[in-house]
């Protein structure tokens, strides 16, 4: 088990961007893939990306693609979204999680793979 918390989200008006982190606690952080989903108001938790355990690898949500960036520092037992051109629609509360399933590999996006959760942290995009 792992124990997660998010930083780094906040106000920021249409194009700007802002790095999100996660903190994770436990010394085997680094066997993990960690994810990184949103939840809107109204709207059901949807995924934004996931990266490897080892970091070679991040795929993302077509929404997010070519603007969102996904990064993790084992040593330091951080991982990172790091958003940029941010748009109204990002507007959600962001929640990083982590997953030890081999089945994320194929799907990364399922969230009932991943049974760690920190609290999430709340991104406001202004237009």
């Known amino acids: 088990q792992v124990q997660l918390v998010e930083s780094g989200g906040g106000l920021v008006q249409a194009g700007g961007s802002l790095r999100l982190s996660c903190a994770a606690s436990g010394r085997t952080f680094s066997s993990y893939t960690m994810g990184w989903f949103r939840q809107a108001p109204g709207k059901e938790r949807e995924f934004a990306g996931a990266i490897t355990w080892s970091g070679d690898n991040a795929r993302y949500a077509d929404s997010v693609k070519g603007r969102f960036t996904i990064s993790r520092d084992n040593a330091k037992n951080l991982v990172y979204l790091q958003m940029n051109s941010l748009k109204p629609e990002d507007t959600a509360v962001y929640y990083c999680?982590?997953?030890?399933?081999?089945?994320?590999?194929?799907?990364?996006?399922?969230?009932?793979?991943?049974?760690?959760w920190g609290q999430g942290t709340q991104v406001t995009v202004s237009s």
């Open positions: 999680a982590a997953s030890l399933s081999a089945s994320v590999s194929y799907r990364p996006d399922n969230s009932a793979a991943y049974n760690n």
